[in-house]
């Protein structure tokens, strides 16, 4: 069977004959998908066009026309959540006219025009006399994205050209940010029972804050009350509202982040911000040349992940591009912890000054300073949207409550008194009920349920009870299946969960026989790829994660693990980390198990290198774990051994802009020498980090010390015109009279500066790179930095060859 989420192009047939055809055009056929949606009627055919999954659906037979078309599109969005792209693909009806003449092979590509879409009824429309035929079927515009990209497929053939960078384009945004809103997103809105949630939509305070009359919206709610499920209510609303925007030539963005507790390591400031960006980014019809350029940096291995200051200038570019911008943060109390709400409100107020954004924080309350709320809107489960879901949840029930109509309205009575509110205690509730077989049975439940949190423990505390209650088989199952749940680090599928299950201690291979049906681990507790293993996946990205927070008693285990070569390198190929030969010292490092690593230590070397070069210590830099590098140094680890590229653990903390791992190396004896191209100022000069540039001068740093390129600190400064650490090398007195190569200046010219006091230097030297300091602050167009080389005394007149006699200051 095909995972739906694997599929990211839908193709939508009118016409059998076109299906038979469309068929036909894929290069491999796949399995039917292993579920839809409910209510999905839909008859799907599966498989691979080039790099593509596509999902194939015909209109059902005999039916034509702009409703029957926008519900099979419905239905496939909804049953395939990844689908990024949809087309309509048939004979194009219509199409041919005297004045195109079009035959059989040749490819037409629709686009919008005077309000329709593409996809419109071609023989459906109104005449008034005296006018044109006027067309007024049709479907809804294509997303924004898709019409602001019209211009350059037309260049292609039918897009082709630009669906070829799709798979790179994902590439980009998944090394940008772990973080996937859209899945969870899909999932809620599948959830929904429609209906439900309008009244939100319909409050005063939300209608102003749309209209751009409140700038953030803080929307409090108890825990249960169905918070993200507004969130993504409101999420959803807002993409329309985007798409209407669009086709009146307005540009709007929108951007939303669900918060998750269980995932709240891979929710970082960076991770959230740079979720912000990705969607921002999707909204426009190109990637930037600046986040392309980072991305091929970080192909080539000299940029790991952006800096929290490149992201901020990212989005601070990116949001000139739109009108307005609309950012929903769902669940703000289940960020990793209080510093990093704060950063995040204080970032998205910074960006309120200089741009339209409106945000909307769900959160529980107490999460946020009651000083910050201006305009809130309290979340609470309505009774109109309870009745609609427990409505809906009875037929789910035994047969006594289907066929009874009065003790349906009892139990939703009953329920939607107690809930107060909370959508999960009446979710709790009427679950609880679905082993009670007689009116008796239920009359006695529904007498013991209780309100508001406490009913809320009690629900989870009788939950827990239905499952020691059962067979000793089922109550183990069940037992193991809850803890999974509760600690895994995020959602895993049915059958990452069921390998997870059949795993057993002691073993060293999977035996397929110990696995349990999917029904069985649902009645066992009465909740809800890699291919011969679907569990591995999910083991080696997150067993450290677990290790960690229980070192001391499962130490002997994770050393057995971990002392094995195969073992720690089947788990670094999945989680990427390092190149092979990777060991389980340089995991150890890594995933911060100080426990475990202490024991290693005394009897692995702690300088072994793996497939780049690169030994525990520098892992440890990497991570900027200051307690693992004391350790590692502690008991013997070399502080200066190069890797394959010459970087040193030294060089790791500085580009990290890890001001803290830097001083502790520098005190424990690194070496400030020439490191491959660089020495350790150059590389921090060129990374641009102050606080760092100063701690090496402190520390003996030589300022004066050209680089392998020929380069010396001064001309890097001016370079990346950091007018900081110009002053902190002109305060060591260095000389700053250096030849210049004229090529460079005859590309610049014609700005004017004003001279500013400063003091210190020795003027008058060459660097190796021919680089005057004055003339690269002039190419530079810096004037900070000539304002200070003038003042200093630095030369003015300057003879270059034939090409140019001098260069004066009136000239400057």
């Known amino acids: ?74 239905d496939m969005q909804h049953s395939f959540p990844n689908v990024r792209i949809g087309l309509m693909v048939g004979i194009g009806g219509g199409a041919p006219t005297p004045k195109h003449d079009i035959r059989l092979g040749d490819v037409v590509v629709s686009t919008t025009k005077n309000g329709n879409s593409c996809v419109l009824q071609y023989d459906f429309g109104k005449k008034i006399q005296g006018q044109k035929f006027q067309l007024t079927g049709s479907l809804n515009q294509p997303p924004a994205l898709l019409r602001a ?22 590439e980009i945004f998944r090394w940008l940010s772990p973080i996937d809103p859209f899945t969870r997103q899909s999932d809620f809105l599948r959830r929904r029972q429609k209906g439900t949630g309008e009244w939100f939509l319909e409050t005063p305070q939300f209608k102003e804050w749309l209209k751009g009359k409140e700038k953030t919206l803080f929307c409090p709610g108890i825990p249960g ?102 950012i929903v943060i769902d669940a703000l109390d289940e960020c990793r912890d209080n510093d990093i709400r704060k950063s995040l409100l204080s970032k998205v107020f910074e960006l309120q000054t200089v741009s339209d954004i409106r945000l909307m924080v769900t959160f529980r309350p107490g999460a ?18 309870l009745e609609i879901y427990l409505r809906n949840q009875m037929s789910k029930l035994p047969d006594i ?96 969960l069921r390998h997870a299950l059949a795993v057993k201690s002691g073993t060293s291979s999977l035996d397929t026989r110990s696995l349990y049906t999917a029904k069985d681990i649902v009645s066992s507790c009465a909740v809800p790829r890699q291919k011969q293993n679907p569990f591995f996946d999910y083991a080696a990205r997150n067993w450290a994660f677990h290790a960690r927070e229980v070192q001391g008693s499962i130490l002997e285990l994770a050393l057995k693990f971990l ?22 010292i340089h995991l150890a490092a890594y995933f911060d198990l100080k426990e475990i690593m202490k024991k290693l230590a005394e009897k692995k070397n702690l300088d072994i290198q793996d497939g780049e070069g690169r030994t525990p210590l520098s892992y440890a830099a990497e991570t900027e774990n200051i307690e693992m590098v004391k350790l590692l140094l502690k008991n013997g680890a070399q502080i200066n051994v190069e890797d394959n590229a010459g970087r040193r653990p030294l060089s790791e903390a500085i580009e990290r802009r890890s001001t803290a791992i830097v001083r ?50 001064l001309s890097q400064a001016i370079e990346v015109g950091n007018a900081a650490t110009v002053k902190h090398l002109l305060a060591a007195k260095i000389e700053v009279n250096y030849d210049y190569n004229i090529a460079r200046l005859e590309t610049r010219g014609g700005f004017r500066v004003q001279v500013i006091r400063w003091r210190n230097a020795l003027p008058n030297k060459s660097d190796g790179a021919g680089s005057k300091p004055l003339m690269m602050a002039i190419e530079a167009e810096n004037e900070t930095i000539v304002e200070d080389l003038l003042v200093i005394g630095v030369e003015v007149n300057y003879t270059f060859g034939t090409n140019v006699s001098t260069i004066s200051i009136d000239s400057i």
């Not at 599929?7 to 469309?22: D, M, N, P, R």
């Not at 066009?49 to 409703?67: F, K, Q, R, T």
């Not at 002392?563 to 389980?584: N, R």
């Open 664 to 713: 502790c190396l520098l005190s424990l004896g690194a070496g400030l020498e020439y490191v491959y191209y660089h020495t350790p100022l150059s590389k921090a000069i060129e990374g641009g980090d102050d606080a760092i540039v100063e701690l090496l001068l402190a520390n003996g740093a030589r300022p004066e010390v050209e680089d392998r390129r020929g380069w010396k600190p």
């Open 149 to 170: 990209a019209m211009d350059a497929v037309s260049d292609a053939i039918g897009g082709v050209a630009s669906m070829q960078q799709e798979g790179q384009h994902r």
């Open 1 to 74: 069977m095909s995972n739906p989420r694997d599929y990211t192009v839908g193709w939508i047939c009118a016409l059998k004959t076109e299906y038979v055809a469309a068929r036909l055009f894929l290069d491999e056929a796949h399995d039917a998908p292993e579920h839809v949606s409910v209510g999905d009627n839909n008859v799907y055919t599966l498989g691979r066009m080039g790099g593509h999954n596509v999902v194939i659906a015909v209109l059902p037979d005999g039916e034509y026309g702009l409703s029957s078309a926008a519900r099979v599109a419905s």
């Open 401 to 496: 409550v289907t066929e009874n109509y009065e003790l349906q309205n009892k139990i939703k009575d009953r329920i939607s008194y107690l809930a107060r509110g909370m959508f999960l205690l009446a979710q709790l509730y009427i679950n609880s009920l679905a082993d009670k077989l007689t009116e008796n049975a239920i009359d006695t439940a529904l007498k013991n349920m209780r309100a508001g949190e406490k009913g809320l423990d009690e629900a989870y505390d009788a939950a827990v009870k239905r499952i020691e209650s059962q067979l000793p088989g089922f109550r183990e199952l069940g037992e193991r299946v809850l803890l999974w749940i509760v600690f895994a680090r995020r959602p895993l599928t049915t059958e990452e």
């Open 563 to 584: 002392e094995s070569d195969s073992k720690s390198s089947a788990a670094s190929q999945i989680s990427s980390i390092g190149k092979q030969p990777v060991c389980g």
């Open 368 to 385: 946020i300073s009651e000083a910050l709320i201006k305009t809130r809107i309290e979340i609470r489960a309505q009774n109109e949207d």
């Open 225 to 326: 009350a169905g918070k993200t499920m507004i969130a993504s209510i409101v999420s959803d609303n807002l993409k329309a509202v985007r798409d209407q925007d669009a086709a009146r030539n307005v540009r709007t963005g929108v951007a939303f982040i669900y918060c998750i507790y269980n995932e709240r390591e891979q929710q970082s400031l960076d991770d959230i911000l740079a979720s912000i960006l990705v969607q921002l980014v999707l909204g426009r019809p190109v990637i930037p040349e600046s986040i392309q350029r980072f991305y091929k940096s970080h192909r080539k291995g000299e940029k790991p992940r952006l800096s929290l200051d490149e992201i901020s200038k990212e989005i601070t570019s990116i949001i000139k591009c739109y009108s307005r911008i609309f």
